[in-house]
């Protein structure tokens, strides 16, 4: 029989895909409000942004938007804004439309860029990818801004890093694909490219003339600076003495309707939210709603988020045999967390609060402890490559597990050292901390089959696996034996549940 969403154990797993984890009680809110009412408020929930969040903390401590304010403001929202399918679904388009600090814009563009991102979530495909090209941020970042027609006397040429990018990262891919996100092959069984030099010169030539005012507002368009010939891209013809405006919107739609575009956008969506080796079928059913929502429209993100979050594969936890076949594999099933979806999900658990009555502060140290940290990527592509595999059974099956490319002997150390750091910080008074409240934990920790339900509760929402209890009970009775203090008890448990596989994965 079909698993159900509204079965406890599938409300849980389904709240680790769509937010930054549970808080206690969100899962019998959840069924209680039922699936499609969970979603609508969701979806029409007023968006928290984070630039204005930023630019306050900042004023707090009398300093301009720096990294520490944006990154503060990016904990807090994460962990407490009632929009948490929005803040989610930002975060994953974050890693897909990479605008990094790492040679890009500084704070407040990022913050701004970030809002964009929010603002979008929700809307159309074709609106999102406007409005980042046109993101001054992103102008930055892929130096699209200051682009200008070619200048033969000055052996200048229009910029080629956004066109070509636009096409390779946000909307088409390298590769020609199938419905099912397979490549297509030629007859001697090579893959098809999308797209040529020659394309990439051609796009390159649509999109100059664009320039960055401030980073608050779009780039605005300089018609001295456009190239107003005719161009011709993926076998599309851009008449002559077009705007830029014009161009641009040709542009666009012409990316958002390749037929490429909603396998490619389904699969990065899919391995950011849900499971790292969807099954074909999974991947063709969701681009299937991206070219149609049911209602004649292309595009409709709601519907594509929908899509994605309430699969059958998803709920009944199937995935791809191997990378190349159409079968099942319930062990291939889920993906790793990514380090600050681990923290996020920990911190929810305690219901951290900010020690500072007038901000937060990147307690965290995101970036130095974790690895990464929002718009922070080495490059632009992500801090991983969606079809990473680490050596060993996961490459030789054909299979993807992205997230272990940013984990190391070095930095599974630093982030058990930072999960540390925020379990004791339950008494931490520092005005830079933040503090969590532990006396539900203390008032069980000696009634052990109490105490393993408040875990299993708060860190599992229902989802701690008999060997994993098993493990604790055995903890707490050795802890009692050694005649260990509370203090002891607690802090050990957790920082065991924070190390435990099934706390580091999401299935």
Not at 115 to 129: E, I, P
Not at 318 to 342: L, T, W, Y
Not at 480 to 507: H, M, V, W, Y
Request: hydrophobic fraction near 35%; aromatic fraction near 10%.
């Amino acid at each position: 029989m079909a698993s159900s969403i509204y079965q406890p154990e599938q409300a849980a797993k389904f709240l680790y895909r769509a937010t930054f984890g549970p808080k206690s009680g969100d899962v019998d809110d959840f069924l209680q409000m039922g699936v499609e009412a969970w979603l609508d408020d969701q979806f029409t929930r007023n968006w928290r942004l984070h630039r204005p969040l930023a630019e306050r903390y900042a004023n707090a401590s009398g300093d301009t938007l720096n990294e520490n304010a944006r990154l503060s403001a990016w904990w807090n929202r994460s962990l407490n804004a009632g929009d948490q399918l929005r803040q989610r679904v930002a975060y994953a388009l974050s890693q897909i439309f990479v605008v990094s600090n790492s040679g890009g814009p500084n704070a407040e563009g990022l913050a701004e860029y970030y809002d964009v991102l929010l603002k979008h979530a929700f809307g159309n495909f074709r609106d999102l990818l406007e409005a980042v090209t046109l993101s001054p941020a992103m102008g930055k970042y892929l130096t699209l801004e200051g682009s200008r027609k070619a200048n033969l006397d000055n052996n200048t040429f229009p910029d080629e890093n956004y066109a070509r990018e636009v096409m390779q990262l946000f909307s088409l891919g390298l590769w020609q694909l199938q419905n099912n996100g397979m490549p297509k092959l030629d007859s001697q069984g090579n893959k098809e490219p999308t797209y040529t030099q020659q394309d990439v010169e051609e796009l390159a030539r649509v999109l100059t003339g664009w320039r960055r005012d401030t980073y608050l507002k779009p780039m605005y368009a300089d018609d001295r600076r456009h190239d107003f010939g005719e161009k011709r891209v993926l076998g599309q013809i851009f008449p002559e003495g077009q705007s830029p405006e014009q161009d641009l919107s040709q542009a666009m739609d012409l990316l958002f309707n390749h037929r490429n575009t909603p396998m490619f956008i389904s699969i990065l969506l899919i391995k950011r939210l849900t499971v790292s080796n969807p099954r074909r079928s999974y991947i063709q059913r969701v681009a299937d709603v991206f070219k149609d929502n049911g209602q004649g429209i292309r595009g409709d993100m709601v519907a594509v988020i929908k899509a994605i979050l309430l699969d059958q594969d998803v709920i009944d936890g199937k995935a791809m045999a191997d990378h190349q076949a159409h079968g099942s594999n319930g062990r291939n099933f889920g993906k790793v967390k990514e380090p600050i979806i681990a923290m996020a999900n920990l911190c929810r658990a305690f219901n951290v609060k900010s020690n500072d009555p007038d901000r937060w502060w990147d307690f965290a140290a995101t970036q130095n402890n974790y690895g990464q940290a929002p718009l922070r990527a080495p490059s632009v592509f992500n801090f991983y490559e969606p079809d990473y595999a680490p050596k060993g059974e996961i490459t030789d099956k054909q299979l993807t597990a992205p997230e272990f490319a940013i984990l190391s002997m070095d930095s599974m150390r630093r982030i058990s050292n930072r999960m540390w750091t925020m379990i004791l910080a339950h008494d931490s008074t520092d005005v830079k901390h933040w503090s969590w409240n532990r006396r539900q934990f203390e008032n069980r920790v000696n009634k052990p089959d109490e105490y393993i339900e408040l875990l299993n509760e708060r860190f599992f929402a229902g989802l701690m696996s008999t060997e994993l209890a098993g493990f604790i009970r055995q903890m707490l009775d050795e802890l009692t034996a050694d005649n260990r203090n509370d203090d002891r008890k607690i802090n050990d448990t957790l920082f065991a549940i924070q190390c435990s596989p099934e706390f580091r994965c999401q299935e």
